[in-house]
């Protein structure tokens, strides 16, 4: 059975930093997969933030270019998610998400709370 459980999350204020993670487990992924964070904001819907695929290409919303870097350490079975310059608009549950789709298995998400 597929697991993923993120972490990291926390409450800090404006300008700072938080590393996310989600650790995998039970899985066997194709040849060709993709990891991702969404993240879902009080009464707004779940926006993909970052993705990175099985040849390692990213992508991000613009909102985040520039200070979130998705990352993955293969070895470990744990995906991350670097956020610097944190804005009180990243307020919101952030998930990690994978498979064939990057959509198929989902964590439970945790919370990332910016205050001004």
């Known amino acids: 059975q597929v697991q993923l459980v993120e972490s990291g999350g926390g409450s800090v204020q404006a300008g700072g930093s938080l ?7 039970g899985h066997t992924w194709s040849d ?3 990891m991702g964070w969404f ?3 009080p009464g707004k819907e779940r926006e ?4 990175i695929d099985s040849e390692g290409s990213t992508t991000y919303v613009d909102s985040v270019k520039g200070r979130f870097t998705i990352s993955e350490d293969n070895a470990k079975n744990t995906l991350y998610l670097q956020m610097n310059s944190l804005k009180p608009e990243d307020t ?3 998930f990690c998400a ?4 990057c959509k198929d298995y989902w964590g439970k998400g945790t919370l990332v709370i910016i205050s001004s």
């Open 92 to 94: 919101a549950m952030y």
């Open 98 to 101: 994978g498979g064939e789709t």
């Open 32 to 34: 060709a997969y993709c």
């Open 19 to 25: 590393r996310l993670s989600c650790a995998v487990s």
């Open 39 to 41: 993240r879902q904001a």
């Open 48 to 51: 993909a933030v970052a993705a």
